[in-house]
């Protein structure tokens, strides 16, 4: 007989700071061909975050070789759906029936306990766990669903599988307010999900800005108080040269003088006490009125830009104008220097939608006029459903203009509907953990708090006890350009054709046949190389390209490394610090020396232990601010020719986590080319270096 050593060895191959549950392992031997292969079998329970046994589950082991690893997440896979058979690595295979069929598997009893026997031990094992059919308050996947495992190296204790909850379908929503009478999450109110859209100068008392000490920049530096936008001292922007094929920003955008165009309109900021305003004033037509819009809210200020969301004469919904990228205590900050004019302070967003070529449909003529945006255009419309919590869209009866409203919470931001109801018009803890009221419920029910009827902590999605997919998925529904299915005209919004926003915890499959037409950005928003998108929202399609979704030892998710509750001081709420090489944020999975990595990979060892990981592994590729000059090869001037010479880092980074190569912007003008590694963060050191012919 093998000695006891052989039986209970110490799990220490996985995740250096992760815990798993113990396992109880006994071992047997079996020959497979020629070759002596040693199983085991394991038993353990699955359980709610309470630690109440789920009956009747379905607890599936998944050799980690049988994951597809290799099949590449490329952008056309995406959209046209190839890649919907290994974009949910342990799920895809559990619901092939052929496939499952083949897996060692059993079901919970009553008691939660299960026993699978006989896997091998030279096999790393993933377990994903399936709620019975009749279980209509568990979502599969589980919290050790993301760690792969050896079978012959695990304690006597047993596997322990902890389970999220489904909130009911008659689940309705709460608002924060109600959340904060049991959970002490207050640190919530500094992260930016809640502080996104305001009242200018006002914050609820779910809104601490402390972190983001520019936030008010915009309004405290550019709108000076008056009685009339023609007062000295107001600032005033120029309007010059529509280009009728560029995205949203149509306009440059100067201020105090003019850039040396055509000045189609002039734009004032202004506000007299609490009340802040923008007079649009025609430089083409003299007869055409001035136009005075009320700054209802703003939109951003933690990280590269903010918003301003006015209203229109006779409507009720607010409209996107002007957006101010010159936050001073950030990466990306905005210069009137730059050649390009989407990079300066101040970038026109909107501006087109308030301006008309008139009757001789013809824009810079002595008839256009001042007009207002098209009625579908409301924030309300276009972007409310992934930054209200509980939305709901619909058509104003009387001005037709898509409307949405949040759920009340007596610290909501605003009434969006017009009601004088405050609404969580943020991204509140019910926009993770599903609607609340059936939580809330059996929480205060009257009896014993662990009495045999009572279900304390259900009905709400936990979703670290979700598979890493699903987690993911999460946030991918708003990180993510998509087209959703609505009927009232909302476009990259992933309202299904009953305009219901996807609530937390579904498949990614679902979601994609619910939620979406279009299931990713289309393929003349991403670069050259066809991988990383140059716009906004990219975060969840970059992850699904990663080697962190789809690998044989760890499925990482986005909760992994972001702490979604506010109680982090790092940027972006990460666990840990990204400046710090030897911070737990990288190394807590990959243990690398830096310096020799650096060494191993570039043939130099540059900064050492000062490299940042983050550095070469997410370039900044994307953009929503005005992002900085990177490598240059000669003084910038400000003028077009900039563009031969100067390369740009932009404010988003990619979660590909590769490392692009100078061949990814090769005969590209290098004003216009992906950023990279070399040419991006490398350029506060190399400025002058000759750009090498050949990789």
Request: charge should be neutral; glycine fraction near 8%.
């Amino acid at each position: 007989m093998l000695p006891n050593k052989y039986y209970f060895n110490i799990f220490v191959s996985i995740l250096l700071a992760v815990p798993l549950c113990g396992f109880f392992a006994f071992q047997t031997s079996a020959v497979i061909g020629t070759h002596a292969a040693k199983r085991v079998g394991v038993k353990g329970i699955v359980t709610d975050s309470h630690n109440r046994p789920v009956a009747g589950a379905k607890v599936y082991l998944i050799e980690s070789s049988l994951l597809d690893t290799t099949s590449p997440m490329t952008a056309v896979g995406i959209l046209n759906g190839t890649t919907e058979a290994f974009d949910e690595p342990l799920e895809d295979i559990v619901r092939n029936p052929a496939r499952a069929a083949l897996l060692p598997q059993a079901t919970t009893t009553k008691n939660g306990r299960f026993s699978i026997p006989r896997i091998f031990t030279a096999s790393k094992y993933y377990t994903f766990v399936q709620p019975a059919v009749s279980d209509t308050e568990h979502l599969p996947g589980g919290d050790l669903s993301r760690y792969s495992f050896y079978p012959n190296a695990l304690t006597r204790s047993g596997l322990h599988i902890h389970m999220s909850w489904r909130p009911p379908d008659s689940a309705t929503y709460i608002g924060t307010s109600s959340c904060y009478s049991c959970h002490l999450f207050q640190d919530y109110s500094k992260h930016a999900h809640q502080l996104g859209i305001q009242v200018p100068g006002q914050r609820t008392a779910h809104q601490d800005t402390s972190r983001f000490p520019t936030w008010d920049e915009f309004l405290t530096s550019y709108f000076a108080e008056a009685t009339s936008y023609t007062d000295s001292g107001v600032k005033v922007l120029y309007y010059e040269d529509y280009n009728a094929a560029a995205s949203f920003d149509k306009f440059k955008v100067y201020q105090d003088i003019s850039g040396g165009g055509t000045v189609y309109l002039k734009a004032y900021l202004w506000k007299t006490g609490t009340a802040y305003k923008v007079t649009l004033e025609n430089q083409l037509n003299p007869n055409d009125a001035p136009l005075t819009l009320n700054v209802k809210l703003t939109y951003g200020g933690a990280f590269y830009r903010q918003l301003l969301l006015v209203d229109a004469p006779g409507r009720n919904g607010r409209y996107p104008f002007l957006q101010y990228q010159g936050l001073t205590d950030q990466r990306s900050s905005g210069d009137d220097t730059y050649y390009d004019t989407t990079r300066h302070v101040f970038r026109d967003y909107g501006g087109a939608t308030f301006f008309s070529a008139g009757l001789d449909n013809t824009f810079g003529t002595a008839d256009d006029v001042l007009t207002l945006p098209p009625v579908t255009e409301t924030f309300e419309g276009q972007c409310a459903s992934c930054h209200f919590t509980g939305v709901q869209l619909y058509k104003d009866s009387a001005t037709h203009e898509l409307m949405a409203t949040a759920v009340p919470d007596d610290n909501g931001a605003y009434s969006p509907d017009n009601s004088g109801i405050p609404q969580e018009v943020n991204v509140g803890c019910e926009s993770c953990h599903g609607p609340g009221s059936k939580h809330r419920e059996e929480s205060f029910r009257e009896g014993p708090i662990f009495g045999p009827k009572r279900k304390l902590g259900s009905n709400i999605v936990q979703p670290a006890y979700l598979s890493n997919d699903r987690a993911s998925g999460i946030c991918g529904q708003c990180h993510e350009q998509v087209t959703g299915k609505s009927q009232l005209g909302a476009r990259e919004i992933p309202l299904d054709s009953n305009e219901q926003f996807p609530r937390p915890g579904i498949s990614r499959a679902e979601f994609l046949t619910k939620h979406t037409t279009r299931k990713s950005f289309a393929l003349n928003q991403l670069w050259p190389d066809q991988t990383h998108p140059y716009d906004h929202r990219s975060q969840y399609s970059t992850w699904l390209k990663s080697k962190h979704a789809r690998n044989d030892r760890i499925l990482v998710a986005c909760d992994d490394c972001h702490n979604s509750h506010g109680d982090s001081t790092f940027i972006r709420g990460l666990t840990d610090n990204p400046k710090d090489s030897n911070s737990r944020l990288c190394q807590r999975c990959h243990a690398i020396d830096v310096t020799s990595h650096s060494t191993e990979r570039a043939q130099d060892p540059m900064l050492g232990k000062a490299m940042k990981c983050v550095d070469c592994h997410m370039a900044r590729t994307a953009r929503s601010g005005a992002g900085n000059q990177g490598l240059r090869y000669a003084e910038p001037t400000g003028n077009a020719t900039d563009a031969d010479f100067l390369y740009w880092e932009n404010d988003l980074v990619s979660h590909v986590m590769d490392v692009p190569r100078k061949t990814a912007v090769a005969g590209v003008q290098r004003g216009a080319a992906m950023p990279v590694p070399y040419y991006k963060s490398c350029g506060s050191c190399h400025l002058n270096t000759p750009v090498p012919t050949k990789p």
